[in-house]
């Protein structure tokens, strides 16, 4: 069964580091997504990516975040400068069609000291 | 916007009974309601989804019940088994053409089966 790969599975940087979150998502998918999950807490919508530009984003997803598909497999999230409060688990999702039928990656749990 | 409000935040029942994990929204626009199943270390799973036209729906021994004049929709789990132990996780999305399907979770559920 077809699978998103998230890499690395747990990062840990330092506060004020810049990070790089990578993605590969389905081949044949159209629609990428980050969502964070700080512990014990929701799944958070952080963006959506549709036709090479961001079509929609959330609160959370303020300038220290970037997103980038820079080689038509790979989708990347970028945090700047990164804060305590962005220790979280950050999973990224790929789908075919909008909305319907998402399949998520492992994640990548994020550590910030 | 849209809050998704999920009971219970744990859930503990033996092996056989059925479990029912109750969600509620807020936006009477949302139309799409997946149910998703994350085991510890893996990502959310897709385990089964109702769209606003259809009241139920059932796949094999996990079924999904939608009452959009109460705004409320339940994930029902019947013979339990121990490998079923995992986070549930509701969730809401509005599907409009202008929309990009960001779909928005309920706080999630312990299912723990006891066998």
């Known amino acids: 069964e077809p699978e998103v790969t998230q890499t690395p599975s747990h990062q840990v940087t330092q506060m004020g580091q810049e990070v790089i979150l990578r993605c590969v998502p389905i081949s044949n998918h159209l629609y990428f997504y980050w969502y964070r999950q700080i512990l014990g807490q929701k799944v958070e919508f952080l963006v959506s990516f549709y036709n090479n530009e961001i079509s929609e984003k959330s609160e959370i997803f303020d300038d220290q975040f970037s997103v980038e598909r820079p080689d038509g497999s790979n989708f990347t999230l970028k945090i700047r400068s990164t804060k305590l409060e962005d220790s979280a688990m950050y999973f990224c999702?790929?789908?075919?069609?909008?909305?319907?039928?998402?399949?998520f990656g492992s994640g990548t749990r994020l550590t910030v000291v | 916007g849209e809050n998704v409000e999920q009971h219970p935040s744990t859930l503990s029942v033996q092996e056989g009974d059925s479990a029912v994990i109750k969600c509620t929204y807020s936006?009477?626009?949302?139309?799409?309601f997946p149910w998703y199943k994350q085991e510890l270390g893996k990502g959310p799973q897709l385990i089964i989804d109702?769209?606003?036209?259809?009241g139920e729906k059932k796949d094999q021994r996990i079924a999904v019940t939608l009452n959009k004049t109460a705004k409320h929709f339940s994930l029902h789990i019947t013979e339990t088994q121990p490998e079923d132990s995992a986070v549930y996780f509701c969730?809401?999305?509005?599907?409009?053409?202008?929309?990009?399907?960001?779909?928005?979770f309920g706080k999630g559920t312990k299912l723990s089966v006891k066998p």
């Open positions: 999702a790929s789908s075919e069609r909008r909305i319907y039928g998402y399949t």
């Open positions: 936006d009477s626009a949302s139309n799409y």
């Open positions: 109702i769209r606003s036209n259809v």
């Open positions: 969730a809401a999305s509005i599907d409009y053409g202008g929309s990009q399907g960001n779909l928005i």
